[in-house]
């Protein structure tokens, strides 16, 4: 495996120069990595298991797994053949293809909380379609949503004010997560108005340390939506499939009336999903919500095969393992090198940030320098384990950022 070097490649700089005139800022959304490095690579090639290679031939080990996505390790053979075998016989077609049956009735027998199933694109169409079924189901308008949450990128959800009018989420009520008297106020402003509460299973607001939810919150969200008649929506894109099969709140004994689902679904292919409980069935077949592409069976070929593997019982256990290797490596790291960190959230979706680095600047200096010796994360969003990390890979990991704080350190920083 060949380290990467101080510099961006050659062929790296040629394609943000190419990018640059032709797709606005060279890049966009949470992929432009100007936003948050000066090191990592905007490119990629190619990935296989736990490893991405870049457009100048560098290979990483990934830690970021495409955001969250990949949850069996790239180019799955399972999925892949599962893919191959689809398009043989097309994707999308004037009718939708069998495997959606396949898939929906094994996604309704792995999650409790789900009597039917839909899918979608990705994780905004799913919090979007929850929350149109919640104001069909209830005849309502009003929804509770965290402070800081990330529930999509489209205005009724968007944190970023650039394009979205205070119309858009006129009817958005803030709580504070793990504030059930909080929760329980914005319900009160919303009176008779209420349709649903949206929650994310944890805390994972980017920039600042994840938090898990109190179960004492979890099921007291649950009362306030059964007292109120709202729906209570758990958005599980981030998280579904990682944490837990059958929803990340099952642990907790919580379980939601909706559900959306994406990133992990499908080892990488476009793909979302909503489940839910049979007293919403009336309201699901009453709205009106697709996509061009929604219907696409090749993805559905991949999230059948990919839950089949998850379901054989060895991928959780597998990153939960490999998780808190990596969490117990980095921080007998930082104490060796003299810096104090805090590691947060499930080890299988693990974040780091330096104590008292307020504008982040040590953290990225350690995520560049980390980068630089072939370990591709990031500085303040959290990182994703997939069942490819083997124990093996995490130890070559540990050793490329033991000397990512040997370089933080001899630059005195």
Known sequence: MTTAPTTLGQRELALRERASQVIPGGMYGHMR???????????????????VTDADGREYLDL???????????????VTKAI??????????????????????????????????????NGTDATTTCVTIARAATGKRKVL??????????PWCSLRGQGVTAEDQTHLIRYEYNDLLSAERAAAEAGDDLAAIIVCPMRHDVRRDQELADPAFAHG????ADRTGAVLILDDVRCGHRLHLGGSWEPLGVRPDLSAWSKALANGQPLGAVTGIDALRDAVSSVYVTGSFWY???????????????????????????????????????????????????????????????????????????????????????????AAHTDADIDAILDRTDQAFADLRDTGS
């Open 33 to 51: 990595v100007t936003d948050f490095s000066g090191a990592h690579p905007q490119f990629m090639v190619s990935g296989n298991g736990c490893r």
């Open 64 to 78: 970021m797994c495409g955001w969250g996505p990949v949850v069996l390790g790239h180019r799955h053979p399972g």
């Open 84 to 121: 191959l075998d689809q398009l043989e016989h097309g994707d999308c077609l004037d009718g939708t293809s069998p495997v959606a049956v396949d898939y929906a009735e094994l996604l309704v027998d792995t999650v409790p909380s789900a009597d039917w199933a839909m899918f979608c694109k």
């Open 145 to 154: 949503v965290a402070a800081g949450a990330y529930h999509g990128a489209v």
């Open 221 to 224: 969200l649950r009362a306030l």
């Open 296 to 386: 696409a069976a090749v993805p559905l070929a991949a999230g059948l095969a990919t839950l089949r593997e998850l379901r054989n019982g060895q991928a959780l256990p597998d990153m939960l393992r490999t998780g808190t290797r990596l969490r117990e490596g980095l921080a007998a790291q930082a104490a060796a090198h003299g810096y104090e960190i805090r590691q947060t959230g499930p080890v299988q979706m693990p974040v780091l940030y330096f104590a008292g680095d307020d504008d982040l600047s040590l953290g990225t200096a350690w995520a560049e320098a980390a980068v630089r010796r072939g370990v591709y994360l990031h500085p303040w969003h959290n990182w994703f384990l997939s």
